[in-house]
């Protein structure tokens, strides 16, 4: 039996926290549930889903869909594109059986890459690889969720990249409908022998092509769509994620039309220490000014009131109404106060 491998390379950088994460996860179980009611899927398709931030790491390997479980999806800093492609790279050379005179091998792969965001790292040698060496040999479809990727990068790994406007849950079960559809017609026509790649109609607006001729280059190491926050909580030690996103408010000074940036709160998240595993391990110091965060929230961990405590370690964690607070990060004791004006925060990559 030929199989058909379908590879989903998933961005699972800060920026995806909350929301996202969590309709990809649903998003990637359903298509499963769908594939495993299909009699030509259950023949020929194999599915892998490998995720990145400042790592990659595979979460399932290659295998039939059958047996496929779903998995919980954590969340990592940074949005190393270079290591995930790497990584992916990685994994078709070891697991994708190529035709020989003895033995016909897999058909074409095809990759499914979703991404929110721009890299924080240079991807650039990652790319001319994948250029060099996969991008005849597999079938690449980049998916931007939201309208803040760089599709002008994503253009030179594939000339399938798609804009989805993911902007509320029925959007989101229209394009995970449509990413199935795509793989039963692409595994039918492995059936009768032709191409192998046949992505479903585009249908609406939820999801549309992006016309590369008009995409402009973005260049920069840190996602500045978002800003996100790392603090731990102080009672059970676990740590957690404050996401803001930007805004663009225009404003006049002196008769002159302005605009100026500021980012409001989404929401406050758990993690797992999965986290720190998946961080970007080089030196990140860029930081933002509270003057500039609109919406302090609540511990998400154990609901003390106030998350958005700074240490003199300049970590930041959450207190209570205790006389007393105790860092979870440097262990300093002391009683906290309020402070005036703004003041600048480390930020993570995004």
């Given at each position: 039996?030929?199989?058909?491998?379908?590879?989903?390379?998933?961005?699972?950088?800060?920026?995806?926290?909350?929301?996202?994460?969590?309709?990809?996860?649903?998003?990637?179980?359903?298509?499963?549930?769908?594939?495993?009611?299909?009699?030509?899927?259950?023949?020929?398709?194999?599915?892998?889903?490998?995720?990145?931030?400042?790592?990659?790491?595979?979460?399932?390997?290659?295998?039939?869909?059958?047996?496929?479980?779903?998995?919980?999806?954590?969340?990592?800093?940074?949005?190393?594109?270079?290591?995930?492609?790497?990584?992916?790279?990685?994994?078709?050379?070891?697991?994708?059986?190529?035709?020989?005179?003895?033995?016909?091998?897999?058909?074409?792969?095809?990759?499914?890459?979703?991404?929110?965001?721009?890299?924080?790292?240079?991807?650039?040698?990652?790319?001319?690889?994948?250029?060099?060496?996969?991008?005849?040999?597999?079938?690449?479809?980049?998916?931007?969720?939201?309208?803040?990727?760089?599709?002008?990068?994503?253009?030179?790994?594939?000339?399938?990249?798609?804009?989805?406007?993911?902007?509320?849950?029925?959007?989101?079960?229209?394009?995970?409908?449509?990413?199935?559809?795509?793989?039963?017609?692409?595994?039918?026509?492995?059936?009768?022998?032709?191409?192998?790649?046949?992505?479903?109609?585009?249908?609406?607006?939820?999801?549309?092509?992006?016309?590369?001729?008009?995409?402009?280059?973005?260049?920069q190491y840190v996602d500045d769509n978002y800003v996100v926050l790392n603090g731990k909580c102080q009672n059970s030690?676990?740590?957690?994620?404050?996401?803001?996103?930007?805004?663009?408010?225009?404003?006049?000074?002196?008769?002159?039309?302005?605009?100026?940036?500021?980012?409001?709160?989404?929401?406050?998240?758990?993690?797992?220490?999965?986290?720190?595993?998946?961080?970007?391990?080089?030196?990140?110091?860029?930081?933002?000014?509270?003057?500039?965060?609109?919406?302090?929230?609540?511990?998400?961990?154990?609901?003390?009131?106030?998350?958005?405590?700074?240490?003199?370690?300049?970590?930041?964690?959450?207190?209570?109404?205790?006389?007393?607070?105790?860092?979870?990060?440097?262990?300093?004791?002391?009683?906290?106060?309020?402070?005036?004006?703004?003041?600048?925060?480390?930020?993570?990559?995004?």
């Amino acid at each position: 039996m030929r199989r058909l491998p379908i590879y989903f390379l998933i961005d699972i950088s800060e920026s995806m926290v909350g929301e996202p994460i969590q309709q990809v996860e649903e998003g990637l179980a359903t298509i499963i549930q769908a594939l495993k009611t299909d009699p030509h899927a259950l023949e020929t398709v194999f599915v892998s889903i490998i995720v990145f931030a400042g790592q990659p790491k595979t979460l399932v390997p290659l295998q039939e869909i059958v047996s496929f479980y779903p998995p919980k999806f954590p969340v990592g800093s940074g949005t190393s594109l270079s290591k995930g492609l790497g990584h992916l790279m990685y994994e078709l050379r070891n697991n994708i059986v190529k035709t020989t005179y003895e033995v016909k091998g897999d058909w074409k792969p095809i990759v499914f890459l979703f991404t929110d965001g721009v890299p924080t790292d240079n991807s650039q040698a990652a790319i001319n690889e994948w250029k060099e060496n996969w991008q005849r040999t597999a079938n690449l479809i980049a998916v931007s969720f939201g309208n803040e990727t760089d599709t002008k990068l994503l253009g030179q790994l594939t000339e399938n990249v798609l804009h989805f406007k993911n902007t509320n849950v029925q959007s989101y079960k229209e394009f995970f409908r449509w990413v199935t559809d795509s793989i039963k017609t692409s595994s039918i026509s492995v059936e009768n022998n032709s191409s192998g790649f046949e992505l479903a109609k585009l249908e609406g607006e939820t999801l549309s092509k992006i016309d590369l001729t008009k995409a402009e280059p973005i260049r920069q190491y840190v996602d500045d769509n978002y800003v996100v926050l790392n603090g731990k909580c102080q009672n059970s030690k676990r740590p957690y994620l404050m996401k803001y996103r930007k805004t663009i408010a225009p404003s006049i000074y002196a008769g002159v039309e302005l605009s100026s940036k500021n980012y409001k709160l989404v929401g406050a998240y758990q993690v797992d220490n999965s986290y720190f595993e998946l961080a970007d391990e080089s030196t990140f110091n860029t930081t933002v000014n509270t003057e500039e965060l609109t919406g302090f929230p609540t511990c998400p961990c154990c609901g003390n009131q106030i998350a958005f405590a700074v240490c003199v370690c300049d970590k930041i964690h959450c207190i209570g109404d205790e006389e007393i607070s105790t860092c979870p990060w440097c262990h300093n004791q002391g009683s906290y106060g309020y402070g005036e004006g703004g003041f600048d925060v480390s930020r993570t990559q995004g």
